[in-house]
């Protein structure tokens, strides 16, 4: 493998370091910046104030940053996965795990030595609610659960902490969408993977992945909605088998030891769209196509502008490959992840 200090250009230092001014979390895991001033390295999104650009060295991994003598940034911790969960956020995921019918107040949080606005901010800004929502969908998943299991709806109010039904029934429609009854209900879990290249979010049944995007992909709130209102499901925090597997593949795969996923996918689009995605998923790794040879493969020469619209619809990414698909003339082109994503995914799988 080349010295990847070495292989960064005039360009690529330019690009990086305007991600760096700007905090381009699509940047995340492509380089690493080192600060001569300080003599310390950083992720793309650090908040520490930013230096001079002739005050900066590029890295593409933290060992080259570590070997030209550069230590880790303590505010943005290089070393560890991009947004990886802070220990307090996890020791209160363990806490709703441990005992997921309880209530929590400004005591208990006082009880663990922690302030409850803290607590707020920290979950807002990872899972996009507070904690007490958090902690009230996962009672609510588990009520679900019993529901779906054949339990009465009294019993699942009970069993989950609810001593009013019409409370039971208020949470449950903020979540689902629809009162609760004794049919089933169809749910999709989400969950945060931290990567090599930022963190992800993995929405799962029991069964099948049905998305799998970077979690600052533009537009992924309107496409978890519309994923939502396709299936007519309810999407609550958690985990299945199926999101174990998929993680454990992501790890493997950015570690080059993984070249095809089997993790079961289940597709949400047009006929047309699944052609080009199953088409897509048959690019072989460490090679790409252009769109106009993706719309030959699907037996629609005339159709490369309908493919490059299926490819952007794609909410597989990685598993279902459209970073491969590339220009005809041989450059980048749009993906959703960021094309500096694009290009590391590119040279990971071409062993460069």
Not at 133 to 145: F, H, I, Q, V
Not at 159 to 183: C, H, L, Q, V, W
Not at 301 to 307: I, L, Q
């Amino acid at each position: 493998m080349k010295d990847p200090h070495t292989m960064i250009t005039a360009l690529e230092r330019n690009e990086y370091y305007q991600a760096l001014v700007q905090r381009n979390s699509e940047y995340e895991g492509v380089f690493f910046a080192g600060i001569k001033s300080t003599g310390i390295f950083c992720r793309p999104t650090c908040t520490a104030r930013k230096p001079k650009k002739e005050n900066c060295d590029f890295f593409k991994t933290a060992q080259e940053a570590l070997l030209a003598g550069y230590r880790s940034c303590k505010r943005c911790n290089p070393l560890s996965h991009p947004e990886e969960a802070p220990h307090l956020i996890k020791t209160l995921i363990e806490a709703v795990e441990a005992e997921p019918e309880k209530r929590w107040s400004d005591a208990d949080f006082r009880a663990l030595g922690v302030d409850s606005s803290t607590v707020r901010r920290q979950f807002k800004k990872r899972f996009g609610m507070t904690f007490v929502a958090y902690a009230r969908a996962r009672r609510m998943g588990l009520a679900m659960k019993q529901i779906r299991n054949g339990e009465t709806v009294i019993n699942a109010q009970i069993n989950t902490g609810y001593e009013s039904g019409s409370g039971f029934r208020d949470a449950f429609s903020r979540i689902m969408g629809a009162a609760p009854n004794n049919k089933s209900h169809k749910v999709l879990k989400a969950e945060w993977l931290d990567t090599r290249l930022g963190p992800m979010i993995a929405m799962v049944d029991e069964d099948a992945l049905y998305l799998l995007e970077f979690a600052d992909r533009r537009g992924l709130e309107r496409e978890v909605e519309c994923l939502r209102k396709r299936l007519k499901v309810a999407i609550i925090p958690g985990r299945t088998k199926i999101t174990d597997s998929i993680e454990k593949e992501l790890t493997e795969y950015f570690a080059g030891a993984l070249k095809a996923f089997t993790t079961p996918i289940a597709y949400t689009g047009s006929d047309f769209q699944k052609s080009v995605w199953e088409q897509l998923r048959k690019i072989p790794y460490g090679k790409t196509r252009s769109y106009a040879e993706q719309a030959k493969a699907i037996g629609n020469p005339s159709a490369v502008r309908a493919v490059a619209r299926a490819n952007g619809a794609n909410q597989l990414a990685i598993i279902v490959p459209c970073h491969r698909v590339i220009g005809s003339d041989g450059k980048l082109t749009g993906y959703a992840g960021g094309l500096a994503r694009k290009q590391w995914l590119l040279e990971n799988e071409q062993g460069m």
